[in-house]
């Protein structure tokens, strides 16, 4: 909620992949108020979740899609919507089905295991063209590291998780990680909205000569 | 959940931690000595440019010179040549008081013809690279003398060796650059030169005691001259240091090692562009 205010107080003066965020945090405070509202008419809100999942990919690839240089990876990052949605779909309707109460941790796998390498491509492409602007003033690093943090702690999150599950053990110091995770995850992501600057940001990367 | 279940979640997590963490500080140290590597490499290409900028300034400089000295040499002195030759056949055909007044006129083409000459030869690249810089600053100070506008003493120390023709040049543009210092601005009366030959060091010493200035000019627009010398003596390997405080004179002090490579990347004179 945080991370979406000042996206939308600063939204004039950030660079459009960090506009693009800030709709995917609207979206997402959607998501999780149709969550509540699921969860107290049907005690059962894993729809919501699923969606949210999608919404996550979609969201996030298009950042990705304006921060690289390569055309090429411009172009998987985009293309890779398509069959990702088509995989959301085929989980939805035929592997985790909402209606069982189950969570989308198919999707969420394999959506992490992207978002871990578009986040080590994205930090490779700051090597190859690094800009004379301090890094902890770059809000492209404040998110990729976001993103690789929250993206790899994630399956051992879900690792984890399951496996109290499987086992019928009290789960709660896996859930208060998971939400340390997140909450550094969104702390991570302000920090990005905060100091973004879209006059500058044409001009972050120094081509590599 | 058992106290061991805790430990394992504990540990697994305070390790993917680590690497996450280990890996982003990695990564940062790593961006910053790129940063640092760039950074250098800008400098070192910038340092290249101005340098690179220097030597063809230079070039044009020293490319106008020979053909305003060309000019002066084979064209002007060669019409007021003629015009002297001209003066002196009609010399013979008017009566004396005509032919006094001739000769006199006669006498002043002559004359301007040498100063033409000398003016030529201080210009031209050629004439230092036959003669030399001590031979060539000598005449210069001979002239100058002769002038009266300046009096201008010269002192060589040590075993004489050339420089190079490119080098010779470049000291002798800052000269005259100093010269001209002296006269236009300074108001000076007396001028100092020294010419230091060393077996591993050269050094070129002039000093007027003219009005001087303030060393904030240096950094201002209308130090450019002086700036110059500086950027001159860095062409060819050596440093320039100028001191001067108001009402004191100036000195300017040109040091160079003579078996140092000159011009860093070893290119031609700046007087051929071919």
């Known amino acids: 909620m945080i991370a979406f205010i000042i996206g939308v107080v600063r939204y004039q003066k950030l660079a459009t992949p960090f506009q693009i965020l800030t709709y995917y945090l609207l979206a997402t405070i959607i998501l999780e108020i149709f969550a509540r509202v699921l969860a107290i008419k049907f005690r059962n809100n894993a729809l919501a979740y699923h969606l949210m999942s999608a919404n996550g990919y979609v969201f996030y690839s298009l950042v990705y899609y304006f921060l690289f240089i390569n055309k090429k990876i411009k172009r998987l990052v985009l293309l890779s919507i398509f069959p990702v949605v088509l995989f959301f779909f085929i989980n939805l309707f035929f592997l985790q089905q909402p209606s069982r109460e189950t969570f989308p941790t198919n999707f969420y796998l394999l959506t992490n295991t992207f978002f871990v390498i578009l986040s080590l491509l994205l930090f490779k492409q700051m090597l190859q063209h690094s800009s004379q602007v301090t890094i902890v003033k770059q809000s492209i690093f404040w998110f990729n590291t976001a993103i690789l943090f929250f993206s790899a702690t994630m399956f051992l999150n879900m690792g984890l998780l399951n496996y109290y599950v499987t086992h019928k053990w009290g789960y709660d110091i896996v859930y208060y990680f998971w939400e340390g995770n997140f909450c550094l995850f969104n702390v991570l992501i302000s920090i990005s909205l905060f100091i973004d600057k879209r006059d500058p940001y044409s001009i972050i990367w120094v081509q590599k000569t | ?274």
């Open chain 2, 1 to 274: 959940m058992g106290a061991k279940d805790i430990k394992f979640v504990v540990l697994a997590a305070t390790l993917l931690f680590a690497v996450v963490i280990g890996f982003i500080v990695y990564f940062v140290i790593l961006y910053r000595n790129r940063q640092l590597k760039n950074k250098q490499e800008q400098d070192e290409r910038e340092a290249a440019f101005q340098q690179e900028l220097l030597k063809t300034q230079i070039e044009i400089q020293e490319q106008t010179l020979e053909y305003i000295s060309k000019e002066i040499h084979d064209n002007i002195t060669q019409v007021l040549s003629f015009v002297k030759l001209s003066l002196a056949s009609v010399g013979n055909t008017v009566d004396d008081n005509k032919k006094a007044k001739i000769n006199e006129s006669r006498e002043l083409i002559a004359q301007s013809i040498t100063d033409l000459r000398d003016l030529s030869k201080s210009l031209s690249f050629e004439h230092i690279a036959t003669v030399g810089l001590v031979k060539t600053i000598e005449m210069e100070v001979e002239k100058i003398n002769k002038s009266g506008l300046l009096k201008v003493s010269l002192l060589t120390e040590g075993q004489i060796y050339s420089l190079g023709e490119q080098r010779e040049l470049v000291l002798f543009r800052i000269y005259q650059e100093a010269i001209n210092n002296a006269l236009k601005y300074a108001n000076a009366k007396h001028f100092k030169i020294n010419l230091h030959y060393r077996a591993d060091l050269f050094n070129l010493t002039l000093e007027d005691d003219g009005a001087g200035f303030s060393p904030d000019l240096l950094n201002n627009k209308s130090g450019s001259g002086l700036r110059n010398m500086e950027n001159r003596a860095a062409l060819i390997g050596g440093k320039a240091v100028i001191d001067s405080v108001p009402g004191m004179g100036c000195r300017i002090h040109v040091s160079l090692n003579p078996f140092k490579q000159f011009y860093a990347d070893g290119g031609p004179h700046p007087n051929s562009l071919s």
